[in-house]
C-alpha cells in the first residue's frame, strides 16, 4: 500500500449533476465535497475531466498537511468512473489515496462507515468506480437508511432529505467532512475507530 505521504489524494464527492438532484439523498457526496471545499477555501473550477475541482492542503500548516483534490464528477452518478480515473491520471495519484464519499442504504440515517476495498452494495457510482480503478479506494460511507414501505430504492434516493432529517444534515454532513480528513491525516484505522458509528 501506497502511504499518503506519496503523492496527493483524489476525494471523489459522488451525486448527480444538475439543481433538480442538488438536495437529493443520492448527491450527500457531493454535499461534502462542497464542505470540505468550503474549509480549504477553494472554489470549484471545471475540469477537462468532466469534473469539478477544487485543489489545496488540509491538516496543520507544515509537513503534517497533505495536498488532496476534492472533485465533484459532472457526469451521472453511473458514470462517475471515468472522470475519478481522468483526474487520477492527470494528478498521478495512487489508487490507495482515492476516497469515494456516497451515500449507503444499509447503514442507519447519518451513521458512518469507513472501509478500504470491497463490493459496491448495487450502488451505481461505486460499480462505474470500481469498473474503472478496481476495488482497492477507501469509502466514507454516509448512511441514508433503507425506503420507507414498498417506495422502490431509485425514487427513494432522488428524493430528498425529509424535513425531519434536513434538521441534522448539516451536522451529519459536518461529520463527514470530518471523518474524510481524519482518513487522510490520521490513516484509515484511527479514522475508523473516532468516525465508524
Known amino acids: 500500500m501506497t502511504t499518503d505521504a506519496e503523492g496527493p489524494w483524489l476525494i471523489a464527492g459522488l451525486g448527480n449533476p444538475g439543481p433538480e438532484y442538488a438536495a437529493n439523498r443520492h448527491n450527500v457526496g457531493f454535499m461534502v465535497a462542497d464542505l470540505l471545499a468550503e474549509r480549504m477555501r477553494g472554489r470549484f473550477k471545471a475540469h477537462k475531466a468532466r469534473a469539478q475541482v477544487v485543489e489545496g492542503r488540509i491538516g496543520p500548516p507544515g509537513p ?5 483534490v476534492v472533485a465533484k464528477p459532472m457526469t451521472y452518478m453511473n458514470l462517475s468512473g471515468g472522470p475519478v480515473t481522468a483526474l487520477r491520471d492527470f494528478y498521478k ?3 490507495a ?5 456516497h451515500d449507503e442504504l444499509d447503514i442507519d440515517y ?6 478500504l476495498g470491497g463490493g459496491d452494495n448495487g ?7 470500481t469498473k474503472s480503478l478496481g ?3 477507501h469509502r466514507v460511507r454516509f448512511g441514508i437508511g433503507r425506503p420507507p414501505g414498498r417506495m422502490q430504492v431509485a425514487d427513494f434516493v432522488l428524493k430528498d432529505f425529509s424535513g425531519a432529517e434536513r434538521k441534522e444534515l448539516d451536522y451529519f454532513v459536518d461529520r463527514a467532512a470530518d471523518a474524510v480528513e481524519g482518513l487522510v491525516l ?3 484505522e484511527r479514522a475508523q475507530s473516532t468516525y465508524n458509528s
Open 123 to 129: 450502488h451505481n457510482g461505486l460499480k462505474s468506480m
Open 64 to 68: 503534517g498537511s497533505r495536498r488532496v
Open 97 to 101: 489515496n482515492i476516497v469515494a464519499v
Open 93 to 95: 495519484v495512487p489508487v
Open 186 to 188: 490520521d490513516g484509515l
Open 110 to 115: 447519518g451513521a458512518l462507515r469507513l472501509k
Open 135 to 137: 476495488p482497492d479506494y
